[in-house]
C-alpha cells in the first residue's frame, strides 16, 4: 500500500499522535515528541486488519526502556491493513516515527472527526506547552 504522507493532510491528537487522512483511508502513528519521550522503543503491538475502533479506543501498544503505552484510535474506523514491519523493527518507531514507523491504516466512518484533531502550527504550539 502506498502511503501519502504530507503536512496538508496530516493532523494531531493530544496524545502525540498522528494521522494522515488519504480518500476515505486515514495512516496513524505517534509523533516524533512521543517517539522522543518514550525513549528507545523495544515492542511494538500494532492493531489486526479488520478490527473496528471508536476516536478514543485503545488502538495499539508501544513498550520502551521507559514505559509502556498506549495508542489511542485517532478517528474511528476499521484497520485495513497493520505496518507488520515493526513487530521485526520496532526502533523503526524512534527512527522514522511519522514515515516507515506507521502502524495502522484506518478506513474511517466519520471524516467529520478530523474537526477535533489539531493541525501542524497547532501541534507544535501544544507541545510547547509540555
Known amino acids: 500500500m502506498t502511503q501519502k504522507f504530507t503536512q496538508q493532510n496530516t493532523f494531531y491528537t493530544e496524545d502525540h499522535e498522528w494521522v494522515t487522512v488519504h480518500g476515505d483511508l ?45 495508542v489511542y484510535a485517532p478517528m474511528s474506523g476499521e484497520v485495513i491493513d497493520a505496518n507488520g514491519k515493526l513487530g521485526d523493527a520496532p526502533e523503526t518507531v524512534n527512527e522514522h516515527p511519522e514515515t516507515e514507523g506507521w502502524f495502522c491504516v484506518i478506513r474511517f466512518s466519520d471524516g467529520a472527526e478530523t474537526k477535533g484533531l489539531m493541525d501542524k502550527d497547532a501541534y507544535y504550539e501544544f507541545c510547547k506547552g509540555h
Open 26 to 70: 486515514a495512516t496513524c502513528g505517534i509523533t516524533r515528541y512521543a517517539a522522543d519521550q518514550l525513549g528507545d522503543v523495544v515492542f511494538v503491538e500494532v492493531p489486526e486488519v479488520g478490527k473496528v475502533f471508536k476516536k478514543g479506543d485503545d488502538m495499539a501498544v508501544v513498550e520502551s526502556v521507559k514505559a509502556a503505552s498506549d
